[in-house]
């Protein structure tokens, strides 16, 4: 009787799934007559589980315990079910060791070394521009005296990018002899 209503709802798409439910449906109801434990219907999909008496109970219990009695009950599951000493740790010990580490990850890492520098003409002595054109047709290569000329007049510019220290600090030394103000970033 249970499987004819089970099939009155039935569509092509989900008889297979719908066939095994009624299956295991009236095997359980055989097996929990036969021992006379009362089946409980499943909840809904989308739906949270009712929670277990014996789960809450256990939760309610573990926590009004006092940190001494936490971490006695975490030495007694460890050595109960053979787990290394890491695994498990107290929720007050968990926030207290979490500030050192990361301090200490950060003064273990390795500080970042910079190894590409930029020269940037910032401003220049207008007395001095003739001169610094000359110089910074020079230096940078493939540029003509028309080219250097926007180029100086454009400041604040990036004069070259990616260098090494050594070749940017030359860069700099030479530009402000003319009356150049050069930051290297």
Same mark, same amino acid.
């Given at each position: ?7 009155l ?5 989900n008889w ?10 009236s095997?359980a109801a055989t097996?929990?007559?036969?021992t006379g434990e009362?089946l ?8 949270d589980?009712?929670e277990n ?15 001494l009695?936490?971490?006695?009950l ?12 890491a ?12 500030? /050192?580490k990361? +301090?200490? #990850?950060?003064?273990?890492a390795?500080? $970042?070394?910079?190894? !590409?520098?930029k *020269?940037?003409?910032m ?18 290569e ?5 080219q ?7 400041a604040?510019?990036?004069v070259?990018?990616?260098? /090494?220290?050594? +070749?940017? #600090? ?5 530009? $402000?002899?003319?009356g !150049?103000e050069? *930051?290297?970033?």
């Open positions: 009787m249970q499987s004819s209503r089970c099939f709802s039935l569509t092509y798409s297979r799934s719908l066939t095994q439910r009624c299956r295991m449906n095997t097996g929990a007559a036969v009362k409980k219907m499943p909840p809904p999909e989308g739906t589980a009712p008496p014996k789960l809450v109970k256990i939760v309610n219990e573990i926590a009004s315990l006092n940190l009695e936490v971490s006695e975490s030495g007694l599951l460890k050595r109960k079910l053979n787990l290394p000493d695994s498990f740790m107290p929720m007050a010990g968990v926030g207290m060791a979490a500030a /050192p990361e +301090e200490d #990850e950060e003064e273990a390795p500080k $970042t070394v910079q190894t !590409a520098f *020269v940037k003409l401003k220049f002595d207008e007395k001095q521009k003739v001169a610094l054109i000359k110089e910074v047709k020079n230096l940078l493939g540029m003509n005296l028309v250097a000329k926007k180029f100086v007049e454009s604040p510019a990036i070259k990018e990616d260098i /090494p220290k050594d +070749e940017a #600090e030359k860069l700099k030394e030479a530009l $402000t002899k003319v !150049a050069i *930051v290297i970033e």
